[in-house]
């Protein structure tokens, strides 16, 4: 079992020394997890030469401020490439969603049109919405304003009773105002965001709709400091391909269980489970990147996968797509590095991007992204070996009572 592993991940060693020997018994002892601890002193190794410090005897301090530094630099290369010097924040933060948009032209999602969502305002009228937005006639809104944003809005604002009646409204709505979209995301008027953003359940970036397929950002007045591009487009990107992982379990062709059920669980996050597989509990994210990558068989004909609508990429490969200067961080999302103070020193963009725009100083560093995408990448690897790839490949064989894929 690789020590390094347990230091990085901040677990007690003795149950993952019990989850990794299962493991490894059950896949023949193929050493995943000593591999890509290897893997990850080459390239960490690599990325401190790429620093210009010597990896030898670089402390985590200054490998932490050189991180820092690393980024700050290439966020604005990132403000360069958008053209966003000199913009106010709706137009950074439209900028940014539509570059978003176009990287995640191969994200689709289960959810309504525009013209369902006009469907189901109209009958079930967001009337808190209306009332924050000092606004009288719904009718002369959507005339003017694409439906998808008021109804995002409205799933903010409404309580749950307008919720239900929605949901139930969706139940009934016609086959074609509930189909398979390109995800997108959209931006909030300043003057509406001014008029509701204090009864806003929760004060951040960006809002999340499943019900309509989009990523709504709202034009924050912090968008001009250091890392605010990096950081905005990321988790951006991020909840795009968030929206298109939740209907992963509802991709498959000649879809009997009706698409009207099927929305409202996405919606209620209440897609099926999958079963753990020897320990591994695995999440649709792993599926959708497994699919992707094409680590799952397709040889048999009950599994019936649009393959071509399936991408995976990660944020920082997105964003050296948009800038060069991103390249140094390609493949860094699971890299880290143990720090004798507080939290490992994490190589993940997203994690850098938080420790410059709120001032973190050494010792008070978060490593989050990093955690949750080591784990990601020691459970993916071993759902590679065959054994485990053919148990999860069963689960999602569709039964005939079964709405999987």
């Known amino acids: 079992m690789s020590r390094m592993l347990v230091d990085l991940l901040g677990l007690r060693e003795q149950e993952f020394r019990k989850f990794i020997d299962r493991l490894e018994r059950v896949c023949l ?23 210009g410090l010597d990896g030898a005897d670089t402390t985590s301090k200054e490998l932490f401020h050189a991180l820092k530094h690393r980024l700050i630099v290439d966020d604005e290369s990132l403000r360069t490439a958008l053209k966003l010097t000199g913009k106010t924040p709706e137009k950074i933060i439209k900028t940014i969603a539509d570059s978003a948009t176009k990287l995640s032209r191969n994200e689709r999602a289960l959810c309504l049109s525009q013209v369902g969502a006009k469907r189901v305002l109209s009958a079930v009228q967001p009337r808190k919405t209306l009332k924050a937005l000092h606004l009288r006639s719904l009718d ?43 995800v997108e995301a959209v931006t909030l008027p300043s003057a509406w965001y001014e008029k ?17 397929g989009v990523v709504m ?15 905005a487009f990321g988790f951006v ?6 929206l298109s992982i939740e209907s992963l379990p509802y991709r498959r062709h000649g879809f009997v269980y009706g698409y009207h059920n099927a929305l409202p669980e996405i919606i ?28 799952i068989e397709q040889g048999l ?62 010792g008070h560093q978060t490593a989050g992204h990093f955690e949750g995408s080591l784990w990601n990448e020691l459970c993916l690897r071993y759902l590679q070996q065959d054994v485990l790839s053919k148990a999860l490949q069963k689960q999602l064989q569709p039964s005939r009572e079964s709405v999987l894929l």
């Open 301 to 362: 004909p009950e599994m019936e996968f649009e393959l071509q609508d399936l991408s995976w990429q990660s944020t920082e490969m997105k964003l050296a797509s948009v800038s060069s200067a991103f390249d140094f961080w390609v493949d860094t999302h699971y890299l880290g590095v143990k720090s004798n103070e507080g939290k490992p020193i994490s190589f993940h963009i997203l994690d850098v991007a938080v420790w410059v725009i709120r001032g973190f100083e050494y």
């Open 237 to 242: 990107l991020q909840a795009l391909q968030r």
């Open 196 to 212: 509701c953003h204090e009864k806003l359940a929760v004060q951040t970036l960006h809002l999340s709709s499943p019900d309509v």
């Open 29 to 51: 002892n193929p050493s995943v997890d000593i591999r890509l601890s290897a893997e990850i002193v080459t390239k960490t190794r690599e990325k401190i030469a790429g620093l």
């Open 268 to 295: 209620l996050s209440q897609q099926p489970k999958l079963l753990s597989v020897h320990g591994i509990k695995p999440s649709w994210h792993l599926v959708h990147e497994l699919l992707s990558k094409g680590h």
């Open 217 to 231: 950002l709202l034009p924050v007045s912090t968008m001009d400091k250091p890392g605010a591009a990096t950081i």
């Open 140 to 182: 002369s809104v959507l005339k003017r304003e694409d439906a998808r944003l008021v109804y995002a809005l409205a799933t903010q604002l409404e309580d749950e009773s307008w919720k239900s009646q929605v949901h139930a409204k969706i139940r009934r709505l016609p086959a074609k105002d509930i189909g398979w979209r390109t």
